[in-house]
């Protein structure tokens, strides 16, 4: 017989976890079904984001910056290090301890809720009397129903035509964090969010990291002006980044052989010791069952949903990446809490024009609204600001004066409408951006807000003022 749930979640990604505590803190009886396992076979929830994606690479990105630091940035502090050198094992088992801190804090938080965990496959099996029967197949095999079920299945890597992922020489973002050695030469396909991060990493290591891009254009989604100081500042750090390319041919043998065509047109051929593939993602439906109950899908793949998250299925529910919008952990907790609050009857509201987007490369990329570019294309009229770190205060003492914070206002009204930052720190900046544009403030309001001295966060304030060409320290 099937055990009866009001609310039952696929996945226990950012989007799923979140949404099966948010479901039981409103009194549901909730479930969460997931399959990631740790390599003994033990339940590792968080999906992507914790296992394979943001928390294991922000732990190679400062393992990786501390070294970087060690090996140039020290002297200047009058700390002098001999012998430096670098145990990518350590590294790596270090990386391990933080995923496992975070499957082990996610597990805490559904018995602390009270949310059932099953460990296994979820699948639709049919529509009943009492609801949606969900099967998990697994080391424990259940059959379950739920009033609702909120698929947050995540996705996938995208594979290369012709040269699929054997995570040993031709890598995705998990083969890319789970390297046990430095690689004498890095290939990375695509020069988007995983490609810039992983080759960072690599690169300060010591890899000669060569960034393969097909587009025309370097972050041609960030503002122009941010955009080209990334471009100047990577390449300065020794990322060869090369753009307009054309694939036409990899090999993997004893190493990798990628033959392609350059922007002039030219044929070229580079020989890396690994490539790691990162040309986007792919929404993940495999096992869902979804054809089967009629669970609409579109053409690229993605569950078909309305603004509110529902899908054509009654009381079913899809968030996250294998929802249309941007593939962001922060994304899919906001749909999961949104969703069980609808469930619950409320009116919760997500505005995807203020979620942020962050690099976390060195220097950090950070944005949030509107680039000047998408601005002139819609015919808005605005007035810019910026300020460069150069010119404050905190940052010359962390001896880090690389870029500046840019707010773009409304010509009229002077509301924000979006804000780019390129710097030290400025993942923790964008913060007070999103916030300022949520309660739907002006470039002055931030202006006039106090800022403490010295930190970072002047140069948004400074910015503010540079839209009314008011800047009081450049």
Same mark, same amino acid.
């Given at each position: 017989?099937?055990?009866?749930?009001?609310?039952?979640?696929?996945?226990?990604?950012?989007?799923?976890?979140?949404?099966?505590?948010?479901?039981?803190?409103?009194?549901?009886?909730?479930?969460?079904?997931?399959?990631?396992?740790?390599?003994?076979?033990?339940?590792?929830?968080?999906?992507?984001?914790?296992?394979?994606?943001?928390?294991?690479?922000? &732990?190679?990105?400062?393992?990786?910056?501390?070294?970087?630091?060690?090996?140039?940035?020290?002297?200047?502090?009058?700390?002098?290090?001999?012998?430096?050198?670098?145990?990518?094992?350590?590294?790596?088992?270090?990386?391990?301890v933080v995923v496992k801190q975070n499957n082990d804090g996610i597990l805490f938080l559904f018995k602390k809720n009270k949310v059932e965990f099953f460990h296994g496959r979820g699948s639709f099996a049919k529509q009943?009397?009492?609801?949606?029967?969900?099967?998990?197949?697994?080391?424990?095999?259940?059959?379950?129903?739920?009033?609702?079920?909120?698929?947050?299945?995540?996705?996938?890597?995208?594979?290369?035509?012709?040269?699929?992922?054997?995570?040993?020489?031709?890598?995705?973002?998990?083969?890319?964090?789970?390297?046990?050695?430095?690689?004498?030469?890095?290939?990375?396909?695509?020069?988007?969010?995983?490609?810039?991060?992983?080759?960072?990493?690599?690169?300060?290591?010591?890899?000669?990291?060569?960034?393969?891009?097909?587009?025309?254009?370097?972050?041609?989604?960030?503002?122009?002006?941010?955009?080209?100081?990334?471009?100047?500042?990577?390449?300065?750090?020794?990322?060869?980044?090369?753009?307009?390319?054309?694939?036409?041919?990899?090999?993997?043998?004893?190493?990798?052989?990628?033959?392609?065509?350059?922007?002039?047109?030219?044929?070229?051929?580079?020989?890396?010791?690994r490539l790691i593939v990162s040309i986007g993602r792919v929404p993940n439906t495999l096992g869902l069952n979804a054809e089967a109950v009629g669970l609409k899908l579109d053409e690229r793949g993605f569950v078909t949903?309305?603004?509110?998250?529902?899908?054509?299925?009654?009381?079913?529910?899809?968030?996250?990446?294998?929802?249309?919008?941007?593939?962001?952990?922060?994304?899919?907790?906001?749909?999961?809490?949104?969703?069980?609050?609808?469930?619950?009857?409320?009116?919760?509201?997500?505005?995807?024009?203020?979620?942020?987007?962050?690099?976390?490369?060195?220097?950090?990329?950070?944005?949030?609204?509107?680039?000047?570019?998408?601005?002139?294309?819609?015919?808005?009229?605005?007035?810019?600001?910026?300020?460069?770190? $150069?010119?404050?205060?905190?940052?010359? &003492?962390?001896?880090?004066?690389?870029?500046?914070?840019?707010?773009?206002?409304?010509?009229?009204?002077?509301?924000?409408?979006?804000?780019?930052?390129?710097?030290? $720190?400025?993942?923790?900046?964008?913060?007070?951006?999103?916030?300022? $544009?949520?309660?739907?403030?002006?470039?002055?309001?931030?202006?006039?807000?106090?800022?403490?001295?010295?930190?970072?966060?002047?140069?948004?304030?400074?910015?503010?003022?540079?839209?009314?060409?008011?800047t009081l320290n450049f």
């Amino acid at each position: 017989m099937a055990t009866a749930f009001d609310v039952i979640v696929i996945g226990a990604g950012p989007g799923g976890y979140i949404a099966a505590i948010r479901a039981a803190q409103l009194g549901f009886k909730t479930a969460c079904i997931d399959e990631w396992a740790t390599p003994d076979g033990k339940p590792a929830p968080g999906g992507t984001c914790t296992n394979v994606g943001c928390i294991p690479s922000k &732990a190679l990105l400062q393992s990786s910056e501390n070294f970087d630091h060690a090996g140039h940035a020290f002297a200047d502090h009058g700390i002098t290090v001999k012998g430096l050198a670098m145990d990518v094992a350590q590294m790596q088992k270090r990386k391990n301890v933080v995923v496992k801190q975070n499957n082990d804090g996610i597990l805490f938080l559904f018995k602390k809720n009270k949310v059932e965990f099953f460990h296994g496959r979820g699948s639709f099996a049919k529509q009943g009397a009492d609801g949606w029967e969900v099967t998990v197949a697994g080391k424990a095999e259940a059959t379950l129903t739920g009033k609702h079920v909120i698929v947050a299945t995540g996705s996938n890597p995208r594979a290369l035509p012709g040269a699929p992922f054997d995570e040993k020489l031709i890598l995705s973002n998990s083969g890319a964090l789970a390297i046990l050695e430095v690689p004498k030469k890095l290939g990375v396909i695509g020069a988007g969010v995983i490609g810039l991060e992983m080759g960072s990493v690599w690169r300060r290591l010591g890899a000669e990291v060569t960034v393969l891009e097909a587009l025309p254009a370097f972050l041609g989604a960030v503002d122009e002006q941010v955009a080209k100081e990334a471009a100047k500042v990577f390449a300065k750090q020794g990322l060869n980044i090369q753009l307009g390319v054309k694939i036409a041919k990899v090999e993997a043998k004893k190493d990798v052989t990628v033959e392609y065509a350059d922007a002039a047109g030219k044929s070229q051929k580079a020989v890396f010791d690994r490539l790691i593939v990162s040309i986007g993602r792919v929404p993940n439906t495999l096992g869902l069952n979804a054809e089967a109950v009629g669970l609409k899908l579109d053409e690229r793949g993605f569950v078909t949903v309305d603004a509110d998250c529902r899908t054509n299925l009654p009381n079913v529910w899809a968030v996250g990446d294998v929802v249309r919008g941007p593939m962001l952990a922060h994304k899919a907790e906001e749909e999961g809490v949104a969703v069980a609050e609808r469930i619950a009857g409320q009116k919760p509201h997500i505005d995807f024009n203020t979620v942020p987007w962050v690099i976390y490369t060195s220097p950090e990329i950070a944005w949030v609204g509107q680039t000047e570019q998408q601005l002139k294309t819609a015919g808005v009229e605005f007035r810019s600001g910026s300020f460069p770190f $150069m010119a404050n205060g905190r940052a010359r &003492a962390l001896g880090d004066t690389t870029g500046f914070v840019k707010i773009i206002a409304d010509a009229k009204t002077d509301r924000i409408l979006g804000v780019h930052m390129i710097g030290p $720190m400025v993942s923790e900046l964008i913060s007070e951006a999103v916030v300022a $544009m949520e309660f739907g403030a002006s470039a002055e309001d931030i202006a006039l807000i106090c800022h403490a001295h010295p930190s970072l966060s002047e140069a948004t304030k400074e910015a503010a003022l540079a839209v009314h060409k008011r800047t009081l320290n450049f």
